[in-house]
């Protein structure tokens, strides 16, 4: 399949780059990004033309292959070769410039534009597939030959996955959480200054408690006349900022419906996600939750590229005796890669197996 | 007055010197440390022989007055003329020797060695002066002219410090905390290692959750027959490690028994400790809490030195719609000032005040 | 005396705050800035709108008594009650306005835009009052009542002080320095990254190489037939930036021209800056060079607030075999301190004491 | 061939493990430490018996096949079966035990008990091998049947490997250096508390300037009547540490002995090493010497793991018009792997190709 990648020379733009390249699926057609890069082979894209300077921020080289594709202006790409876009652009951007090109084929997002719309789906590889429902609705309402689907904010990402199996086994009550998140989820512009974060914590990021419950709340959620009904568990957050380049830690608490022990807990991570992990797709890591007894981890240096940053690492599991039938445990997932990009792309792979993408 | 500082070459020990430095009530008189420092000026104890280094650790120079004070070895020290012996020691050695002072003076400590007897009141000013209530009956069991009082564990003094205002007024059903905790926490041996820390969070402590949730019902007890019954609500922690010099953050989520407004939980928190702000206590701060409208605050580098590091800064309270009349925030607190000797020696002046010490 | 400082709203401007509060000498009038904050209190125009986060980076509050200042726009600030202008701005900001300022009164700079005019003196206090002899040129040269004077980069400050002595005592055949550089010396806007410096070093700044060369040749030339003659020695360096919130650490090879043996060298330094040191200047510390004998120092986080920032520490003076009559030791200087404000404040003390300013 | 490794469990030991996983010459057959681990699995030696957390600091994981082997006690390690020793041990048990196992066979070694002994080559590959002529005299001198060679000083590997070319073609008069070293060079015990280095750097690394100095003159030296002459130029260093995990950065001021353009330079060094890059060696990287044209690096999170820590990464070439025939570059050199454990495999790898080891 033919795809290309807009808002290439972001720095979530060149992650979708570097998991895009030798894919077995997808051979990587166009790039755009703003008009000002337009027009430009990608390697003069990303050079600073002062300094000289490579703007490159993954840290594998860039693929070779991409360095001479001419850069595209995203206001007006022509996608009629294309079967796949994916878009990593700011959300004002993405409002914009998604619906054109939903005209006329399946956009895969990690803008949070569109993210909130009841007819929506934000898919989490294993967890929603079923919310493909939705799509026929989106093209009713907009006329879209494609559809638009963003993937969840990144500090949801490693929760809902740990959530899910709860949920269907044991049902959940309630969720309080705290993120420890790495800095590069706050991009680089203007990003985290070191001297705002060295030796030090940021206990408040905009808009991102919202975000993490309200989307938790729908990815969970079920298909009920052709709508997502809410998960009814309430999710309360606190996200705080740490000095850490890559990988959001988060300690969780939760409320189960029915009492459940730490072994059957355990059992449940291992055995949930068995349909997604049996569709050979190329971007599923062989657990999509990995549970370590390691008694000081996950630690973000140490676990968060595991399968290549497509795990959420578990550990800690611990009984809860304040929340009913309470558990609680510290959960590890890598941001900028099963919580951005290469999320996406496994999103992708997943609706083309499953049918919703051709 | 005059004091004994016993460990004085370690780090806590020094942090008492520069806390009794010039203080008004209080005049150094002996230090105690290993037989190895046994019999070396104070100068020549905290050097070291081979690189001749000073290891000295606290951010202002160590007082010149102390310099040449001869250390003497803790487990012979004699305190006929002391009145209030400071100690701050391993566990282990406490245990060994801070009975031995207790027969005759006063001994209030760092350690955590007697922190969960029956008999042993855990002061922290302004909350629990109560507990003095304790002493006698500890004097009783163990022969004791004086006593022994050890202080909370650091991450326990800035989440009591903001919860007794709100059991006051409010009642509370249950706390739930996740502590992201300084790297001074950890002492110098073995420490924390920068190896192990940078880009990095650690999500276990040994031990420290169990202490927070013992010390935090303990020390918000009533005295009921001679004896302190716990406060009866649980408290569910994950504690954790952040790259942080020093202060501890805390994200705190607490259910409370009565519904009480946002405004009315700044309120209390307001006319909390009029009693100990009163009484003109040389350590005590203008405030024991400082809560602050700034949204992306406390942040450790930037509020921990508030009044010294005697303050619990709070910000960013906020309703938590999933527990029981539950309001959320975040805290922090100084763990080498407050929450060791510096807080150890308000103590003190709080105990003299109320002629338990005399 | 009656003051302004523009460009008052960033963080250098913050810093003469800071430094400005209480001064015996001198009284703030008037604050300017960028046209966006014109008209604006201070208070507000240092508080993000959308947030309501005070944009305030120094470690000690801002002064209270300057928040109700109505800032005013720095392109058309009246100056006709102002005694001395300190300028913070960008160096293109500064080529337009300074020159406007200058024709009233003496402006103080932190800007690099006149730094290297041939007619423009860069005042270091106690290295080279005698370079007051330009203001006459440059006031007949461009039609000036006041005068410019940008103060140096602030990675030359330490090691021009440095040199200072050791080139009066004994000649300076070379000097060869490495910095590790501190990122409050990149500002805020972009500044640098946590995710660039973290686990990091970046081996390049540009243009700051050149900045140290021409600089500490010029401040520690002499002044022949009214012009300044630069110092006859090479400066190589390369300048890095390190994960160091304040402080610029250099290491420094110095071939002399006379042989002097160690301790001779640790004399002169404790000799040098007898003149200005006597001069009672409020903003002048105890000693401009602070040696340490300590092995490991000196360390920017532990000595680079000795003395508010305004000393210049030294350490591990030894032999070097490599270079003719070499010593190398390694230096630091508080680059925000020293090294901005609080040195241009200095130049102006010094200014007035010498009757340049009056 | 059969290989052993001497102090498996410490953090180099861990680095050899690492290194001899899938070695397509060497089979890792006995692991011994001291006596304190001797007749545990591996796996339970490096598992913290307390908390049951495992030891382990490299990246990647132990290697499966090593876990089950029963370590041994290095002071009575049998090496019968053995064809080369590896050791990473302290230098006072080197300087006890090396010489045991050297009666029977060849020992390459990390410490630096025997690497100022004349009768004891320090081999860096592809620079000295002639220095395999000091073998025949070591075995007269201490009886041995096997020999002992220490692998440099991590800060010298870097350094020596980029000098070598330039000497040979240009000639060296002089060399001045400035190190920023990584946290992992001083190991675990006590190694650097994040408490001592972050917002730091500490400008003194005990031994560290002394050990570069001369060893860079002896591994550059020529053999002459069957010693080492030491390269006749001068070696001056300043070493320090800075907050960096992995990868010592140095910058480098050289005086060439006959002029050589920056072209020239650059092209000794692509063309430097072709002996060593020939000859098939496992661990060999395809470049010994990587220059990158990028303004801003080499940096040590961003290069330190180019060719598996293999590569000298340079850059920044600049003249240096201070020194004579003057350039200056920055260098990075992967401190535990080539300046370790993957340094002295290639050192042994490249010994059996020259026939010393057989």
């Known amino acids: 399949m033919k795809v290309a990648v807009v808002g ?4 979530a733009g060149q992650q979708f780059l570097t ?3 030798n894919h077995p699926w997808f051979e990587l057609k166009r790039l755009a990004a ?3 890069s337009a027009g430009k082979k990608y390697k003069d894209a990303i050079t600073d033309a002062s300094s000289g300077a490579t703007r490159w921020f993954c840290g594998v080289p860039c693929p070779k292959a991409f360095l001479d594709i001419v850069v595209e202006d995203a206001a007006k790409l022509v996608i009629d070769d294309i079967d796949i876009v994916f878009t990593a652009i700011e959300s004002d951007a993405a409002k914009e410039v998604e619906p054109l090109y939903a005209k006329k084929c ?11 719309e009841n007819d929506v789906p934000v898919f989490l590889p294993g967890v929603n597939g ?3 429902a939705l799509i026929e609705l989106q093209r009713k309402n907009r006329g879209f030959k494609g559809f638009i689907t963003p993937g969840p904010n990144c500090t949801t990402v490693g929760l809902a996955i740990s959530l899910k199996p709860l949920y269907d086994a044991f049902g959940i009550g ?3 959480m705290t993120s420890m998140q790495a800095v590069s989820g706050a991009g680089r512009s203007p990003g985290v200054l070191s001297f705002d974060i060295t030796d030090n914590v940021i206990p408040y990021i905009p808009k991102e408690e919202e975000k993490v419950q309200k ?3 729908k990815i969970l959620g079920a298909i009920k006349g052709g709508q997502i009904e809410p998960a009814p568990f309430g999710v309360s957050c606190t996200c705080t900022r740490v000095n850490v380049l890559d990988g959001h830690l988060e300690t969780v608490f939760v409320s189960l419906k029915k009492k459940a022990t730490l072994a059957e807990v355990k059992e449940v991570w291992k055995n949930g996600y068995k349909e997604i992990l049996g569709l050979g797709l190329p971007s599923a890591p062989p657990e999509l939750i990995h549970y370590t007894e390691e008694p000081f981890r996950p630690q973000p240096r140490l676990d968060r590229d595991l399968y290549d940053g497509m795990a959420t690492v578990i550990g800690r599991l611990r009984e809860d005796h304040v929340l009913p039938n309470g558990v609680k445990y510290v959960l590890l997932s890598h941001n900028t890669k099963m919580g951005a990009a290469k999320g996406a792309i496994l999103t992708a792979e997943y609706l083309i197996k ?4 051709s």
């Open 215 to 217: 989307e938790t709340q």
């Open 8 to 11: 290439a020379t972001g720095v």
């Open 354 to 357: 499953r049918g919703v993408i």
């Open 106 to 116: 399946p956009v895969i997002s990690t803008a949070s534009a569109f993210r909130y």
């Open 174 to 176: 309630s969720v309080i």
């Open 19 to 21: 998991a895009l390249e």
């Open 34 to 36: 703003s008009e000002r």
């Open 130 to 132: 079923d919310h493909a």
